[in-house]
């Protein structure tokens, strides 16, 4: 019977994760596994991968086939490359050693490769948000001098309060004198 490394998925409805298992297969999809060996969830950012590496190293040396998503997960953490070593140490080309040297230092080039991707990512998302601030910033600035504009109140300058100071003075009087005479002229008329 055909040994599989596989994907079965669990989890709610739109948002799967999915345990990296190993099974026979003829088994459903979700049914009877032999081995759990890892899970896998795409819905973080970046999708993370817990793994049993040296079980999925043994389980592909023995003969285990991985299907395309499989195989894309396990290249993707190593296990692969790690097979691949130690098939050439099993046929003599190269020693253990020199196969734990090269793992290790692939190893460390790809945590370096990610931590770099990593760190761009966050930079990007930051100017990203600086951007957005800015643009805000000009719209809101933008409204409101419009706002103050709309609400401005002409006040009257130096000369034309000078000019007017007196006019208004002069009114209260006209207006007293204008109160006065038809008194003086009703007393006038008695």
Same mark, same amino acid.
């Given at each position: 019977m055909a040994v599989k490394i596989r994907l079965a998925r669990r989890g709610r409805k739109k948002m799967a994760m999915y345990d990296i298992v190993v099974a026979e297969s003829t088994s459903p999809r979700d049914?009877?596994?032999? +081995?759990?060996?890892?899970?896998?969830?795409?819905?973080?950012d970046p999708s993370t991968v817990a793994l049993k590496s040296e079980r999925?190293?043994?389980w592909l040396m023995v003969g285990a086939q991985p299907t395309d998503t499989a195989r894309s997960v396990l290249s993707h953490e190593g296990v692969m490359?790690?097979?691949?070593?130690q098939v050439g140490v099993n046929k003599g080309a190269i020693t253990q050693e020199q196969a734990d040297e090269k793992y290790s230092a692939w190893k460390e080039d790809k945590e370096n490769r990610k931590a770099g991707a990593? =760190?761009?990512?966050?930079?990007?998302? +930051?100017? &990203?948000?600086? &951007?957005?601030? =800015?643009? +805000?910033?000009?719209?809101?600035d933008a409204r409101a001098e419009a706002i103050a504009k709309k609400n401005k109140v002409e006040e009257p300058t130096v000369d034309t309060a000078v000019a =007017? &100071?007196?006019?208004? =003075?002069d009114a209260p009087a006209a207006e007293a &004198?204008? +109160?006065e005479t038809p008194t003086a002229d009703a007393a006038a008329a008695e």
């Open positions: 049914g009877r596994f032999i +081995e759990k060996i890892g899970t896998y969830n795409p819905n973080t999925a190293v043994y490359y790690r097979k691949h070593l990593a =760190e761009t990512k966050t930079q990007t998302k +930051e100017q &990203a948000r600086a &951007a957005r601030l =800015e643009a +805000e910033r000009k719209v809101n =007017e &100071a007196p006019a208004t =003075e &004198a204008t +109160e």
